[in-house]
Structure formats: structure tokens, C-alpha cells
């Protein structure tokens, strides 16, 4: 069974930064590609960006290119997202998940990620 834990949310101010960690459990962490979605109140969960199982490519929704970046760490098993100049509609919760075995790259949908965690909470404020 593989586990998923984020941490790194908070309260922060618009035009500040947060950065979200995400430890998994098991051997076969580089095997897998990675993907953080987010969830407002109210909303669908939504994808915010995946990267390779190798960390070679990433791929981001168009509302967080170039302020969010993704990044992962196969010797400890950690993905990252470092959020930068956040603004207020970026305020969910976020989850990190790992996509199925073969999942054809970029993986955008949710109902290819076989494990999931907890979610970690971003509040941004105006």
C-alpha cells in the first residue's frame, strides 16, 4: 500500500510563497509520475501540474505556468511544488497523487492517479 503525505501549507499573503511537500512510501517511488491537483470550496478538483517519473518533464495548467514549479527527489521519495506570487483564487486544498502504471504523459486526469493523500491546506489573503 502506498502512502502519500503532504505538508508545507498555510496562511500566506498575495505575492507570497509556499512550498508543498509530498513523502511517499515504498521502493517503486521513481517508477511512477507524479501529479498535484487542488480543490477549492465549492469546486471540482482540478489539475495544477504533473511531472515525469524521472523529474525530466512537468507540465502545468495555464492559471499557475510560470508562478508554480514542480520538482521531485527519487533518492528520498518527495515531490515538491513551490508556489510563487500566489493570489487568493489559489486558495484549496492541495493534493499530491501518483499516476498509474503507463499512464500516457501528461497525465491531466484525475482518474488516472491510483493513490492519493491527505490534502494540506494553501489560504492566500488579499
Known amino acids: 500500500q502506498v502512502q502519500l503525505v503532504e505538508s508545507g501549507g498555510g496562511l500566506v499573503q498575495a505575492g507570497g510563497s509556499l512550498r508543498l511537500s509530498c513523502a511517499a512510501s515504498?521502493?517503486?517511488?521513481?517508477?511512477?509520475?507524479m501529479g498535484w491537483f487542488r480543490q477549492a470550496p465549492g469546486k471540482e478538483r482540478e489539475f495544477v501540474t504533473t511531472?515525469?517519473?524521472?523529474?525530466?518533464?512537468?507540465y502545468y495548467a495555464d492559471s499557475v505556468n510560470g508562478r508554480f514549479t514542480i520538482s521531485r527527489d527519487n533518492a528520498k521519495n518527495t515531490v515538491y511544488l513551490q508556489m510563487n506570487s500566489l493570489k487568493p483564487e489559489d486558495t484549496a486544498v492541495y493534493y499530491c497523487?501518483?499516476?498509474?502504471?503507463?499512464?500516457?504523459?501528461?497525465?491531466?486526469?484525475?482518474?488516472?492517479?491510483?493513490?492519493w493523500g491527505q490534502g494540506t491546506q494553501v489560504t492566500v489573503s488579499s
Open positions: 515504498g521502493r517503486t517511488f521513481s517508477m511512477y509520475h
Open positions: 497523487a501518483r499516476a498509474g502504471v503507463g499512464s500516457a504523459w501528461p497525465v491531466r486526469d484525475s482518474a488516472k492517479y491510483d493513490y
Open positions: 511531472i515525469s517519473s524521472r523529474g525530466i518533464a512537468t
